[in-house]
């Protein structure tokens, strides 16, 4: 007996040796929650995991919560597909702030800009996508780690952080306003149809010419547009953050994402990372901006503008890709 006892004894210590070396040898080190780098950008460490991407409630039914919208208005969401995020990743908490721009880029394009606020912790805005990416690299370059926009997949699981519904914070905006910043203009409103030719939602003023140094011309504003008068961008991280602490997701500014837009891409998208079409005129936009309706802020709307396209409403959040063991990322 003593002897059986003994040697039970003997493979239990045996076992947790094991088991203790392979944690140690196996598993990746544990990542910080949260890291700010060296130009004050702070972020969340995004967990992988699997979500609901898309539009799950039936299209007439949401056509149903915002006034003048119909069914087709949102088709681009469907179906609604289970997507896994294979690996956990970095993403800023605010949008891109001007200041960490200049710092960056050491240029101001939204400088002179009629009705554009300025200063050091308002979104950086009238960026294109092209140069978000060269914002990218440049901070890498910079930082020694690897920089890039958001996919439209980590954007919307980012943005949704473990919930179903509308937004972050449930099915209605109504009264929700403590959450984000939007404003009053409805779907097919003249005052934000700009461009409509190339933008496949009316999401912002958009051109496709790079920003003039001198400030625009001030013209008449339809009374459609009166709600302008009284909304504006607002500094980051004004208002309640979501689930996983980041700020501004529904509306503030649009936000860039890598991805190619593709308005039926949801029938072919992979069940894994997906990274959108593989070309494509325009490229994807997310959340919303201060003077769109909230209709435009949620979760799970989806905009495309020409990547050379920018506007007072767009600007960006960089995701930061963790290093693994042996340095690899």
């Known amino acids: 007996m003593i002897n059986m006892v003994g040697r039970n004894l003997f493979l239990l210590v045996l076992s947790i040796v094991v088991l203790c070396h392979e944690v140690r040898g196996g598993d990746e080190p544990s990542l910080p929650k949260e890291i700010t780098d060296s130009i004050g950008i702070s972020m969340v460490l995004i967990p992988a995991g699997k979500f609901v991407m898309g539009s799950s409630e039936p299209k007439e039914k949401l056509a149903t919560r915002f006034e003048g919208a119909t069914p087709d208005d949102f088709t681009d969401e469907y179906p609604a597909h289970t997507v896994e995020i294979s690996k956990p990743f970095y993403l800023g908490k605010n949008e891109v702030t001007q200041e960490q721009w200049t710092r960056v880029m050491e240029t101001t394009p939204w400088k002179g800009e009629f009705g554009i606020k300025e200063g050091a912790n308002y979104p950086a805005i009238l960026v294109n996508w092209d140069d978000a990416n060269e914002f990218c690299h440049k901070l890498s370059a910079k930082e020694g780690k690897q920089y890039r926009l958001p996919t439209e997949a980590e954007w919307e699981y980012a943005c949704r952080a473990g919930t179903n519904t509308q937004f972050s914070f449930g099915d209605s905006a109504d009264g929700k306003s403590e959450y984000g910043w939007w404003g009053k203009a ?80 949801y029938r072919s998208s992979p069940a894994q990372d997906p990274q959108g079409p593989e070309v494509g005129r325009s490229r994807t936009m997310r959340g919303g901006a201060y003077f769109n309706n909230s209709i435009f802020c949620r979760s799970a709307l989806r905009s495309g503008v020409p990547a050379r396209g920018h506007a007072e409403g767009i600007g960006f959040r960089v995701v930061m890709v963790p290093e693994s063991r042996g340095g690899e990322k």
Do not use: F
Not at 218 to 223: G, I
Not at 229 to 257: F, I, R, S
């Open 186 to 265: 409805k779907l097919n409103d003249p005052s934000i149809a700009i461009a409509a030719s190339t933008v496949t939602r009316p999401a912002a003023n958009v051109s496709s010419e790079p920003p003039k140094s001198a400030p625009r011309k001030v013209e008449p504003q339809p009374e459609t547009n009166a709600v302008r008068d009284t909304e504006t961008l607002h500094e980051v991280g004004q208002k309640k953050p979501n689930p996983w602490g980041l700020y501004d997701m529904h509306g503030n500014a649009w936000e860039w994402c890598s991805d190619n837009y593709g308005e039926d891409y």
